[in-house]
């Protein structure tokens, strides 16, 4: 009740009914300006049947009983009696020189919805996921842009107004590197940020750090979501020697070369804990929160400085760390699992055998088989064939591979594992529906192989068969990606290719084919962070 009341509160227009403000800075005046109206002694403390009153008229959807549950959720100090400072506390979270100097600033806590931002390469994903979320197609003016110096340089800008208090969903895009700094830097300044005073100006913005002279702001929640990433094959580290011939093998157990896991570090800087405060304590907080963790239960959290002094913990916003369909889930998980940060793995495959089974290609489980290119990727996805398409333990095949470097070689045979029993599907009817499911894929032979390897099992040849990959990564090359499209055509149209607009670049050449199909992210993404 008390925290419905609180949100209602921060909607209120001067006139006291709860309608949406375009400009969060006027919840603050409204609340304000209530108070004083109904202070009519000016005493600065109000009644219980004067502040009832007033949330009678702000909130005409309560009851007595809920308004009077209110008043003294909002007394702290049990006598019938409420002051302005009160009010504050409860609706905002802050005392009156906060509010002085928050209205000096034109900004209350944010009370808008959540902020989707992306960097250009995922701008379309970006307006897709703010549709689905209910945000619109586009609000207005970004709030952040991803400007360059002339010599190349990063010299991003933020809107503070746009971000300070509000939940930030950052789509990171891991593809295009070169704007991996820029991407960083800006998380650092959504757990964190100073905001100078107006006065500094003259100053040319260099003397509110030493002076304290700024506010300090921070997003309330920040959630990274990696639709596609990256490092994702270097996940661990493996023992390498150079052969004769200048390649590389990593089948000697005397290897005497490692690789760096690139995974787990990339994993490890995305939830670097944001920049210290830029100098003297700042006058107050932009979102109302307490500066420094557990402040108000004086239980500091402390630690040293880099002089070796103890000093305060400043409270940071929870982050939530998002991958989509990550080849290898768990070295990344402990990487990145041990800075107070939630790692979340998702999986689009279940989503997309969920889809499937809805549509009208799914001819029922006892037609049905899927056929997984490798044993990781069935060990990652059996649950799935199992729990959204309803398909017997027979029914969910595997084939094994072995790399060793850059060389990929398939075994030519279909495995399964009851639990009772394991062994080899070696046929198929024509009337069957076949589905080879992976992760990603770079080229698209291994995918490829497995279609030509049931086909061979099939009396004439002819199958209907589909082949889903959550990433078609192509080694980021345009001609690779044509020939996968040839590769497809070769199959003939009884065989089809679904894939995610993850890597958009992927996109724009395949989803016009007509034996191709894209999933959308965006609905999957607003699920998820719902």
Not at 249 to 264: I, T
Not at 461 to 471: K, R, Y
Request: glycine fraction near 8%.
């Amino acid at each position: 009740m008390a925290r419905l009341a609180k949100r209602e509160a921060l909607t209120l227009q001067p006139d006291g009914r709860g309608d949406d403000l375009d400009d969060s800075a006027d919840n603050l005046s409204a609340i304000k300006r209530l108070f004083q109206g109904a202070d009519v002694d000016g005493t600065g403390k109000l009644e219980r049947p004067e502040m009832l009153g007033i949330l009678k008229d702000c909130l005409p959807s309560f009851t007595d009983e809920d308004l009077s549950e209110l008043f003294d959720a909002a007394d702290r100090n049990p006598g019938g009696l409420v002051d302005y400072g009160e009010i504050l506390e409860f609706i905002f979270g802050m005392d009156e020189s906060e509010a002085e100097i928050l209205e000096q600033v034109n900004f209350v806590p944010a009370t808008q919805p959540q902020l989707v931002i992306s960097p250009p390469g995922l701008d379309g994903i970006a307006a897709q996921l703010r549709r689905e979320l209910g945000l619109g197609a586009d609000e207005g003016e970004s709030p952040v842009t991803w400007e360059r110096f002339k010599n190349g340089d990063p010299n991003v800008k933020y809107n503070w107004r746009a971000i300070s208090g509000r939940r930030v969903i950052f789509l990171f895009d891991t593809i295009d590197q070169a704007r991996f700094f820029e991407q960083m830097s800006l998380l650092q300044a959504l757990q964190g940020f100073p905001l100078p005073d107006g006065e500094d100006a003259d100053q040319k913005w260099k003397t509110y750090n030493d002076t304290g002279s700024y506010s300090w702001g921070r997003a309330a929640e920040i959630a990274i979501v990696i639709p596609w990433y990256r490092p994702c094959q270097m996940e661990r580290t493996s023992r390498w020697e150079r052969k004769p011939d200048g390649s590389w093998s990593n089948s000697d157990p005397e290897g005497s070369w490692l690789d760096v896991p690139n995974a787990q570090t990339y994993a490890r800087l995305l939830i670097t804990p944001g920049l210290p405060l830029p100098g003297a304590e700042p006058k107050a907080t932009l979102d109302g929160r307490a500066l420094y963790r557990r402040a108000k239960e004086r239980l500091v959290d402390t630690a040293l400085d880099v002089e070796g002094r103890r000093h305060d913990i400043l409270w940071r916003p929870p982050v939530t760390l998002y991958f989509v369909e990550l080849h290898e889930e768990h070295p990344v998980e402990l990487a990145a699992g041990d800075l107070g940060v939630e790692v979340r793995m998702e999986r689009f495959v279940g989503y997309f055998l969920s889809k499937f089974k809805a549509s009208t290609s799914f001819i029922g489980a006892d037609k049905t088989y899927v056929v997984f290119p490798d044993h990781g990727a069935y060990e990652r996805y059996l649950s799935h064939a199992v729990d959204d398409l309803g398909l017997d333990l027979d029914h969910i095949l595997w084939i094994n591979k072995k790399r060793v470097g850059g060389a990929i070689t398939q075994e030519k045979a279909l495995r399964f594992d009851t639990g009772i029993e394991q062994g080899q599907k070696d046929s198929f009817n024509p009337d069957e529906y076949v589905m080879i499911i992976d992760d990603f894929t770079n080229s698209g032979s291994t995918l490829f192989g497995a279609v030509n390897l049931v086909r061979g099992m099939t009396p004439g040849g002819e199958l209907n068969a589909s082949i889903f990959v959550s990433h078609t990564v192509a080694a980021y090359d345009e001609q690779v990606l044509r020939g996968i499209l040839k590769k497809l055509e070769e199959l003939g149209p009884k065989v089809r290719f679904a894939t995610t607009d993850t890597l958009p670049q992927s996109v724009a050449i395949l989803e016009n084919h007509p034996q191709v199909d894209v999933y959308r992210l965006a609905e999957f993404l607003a699920d998820m962070l719902r």
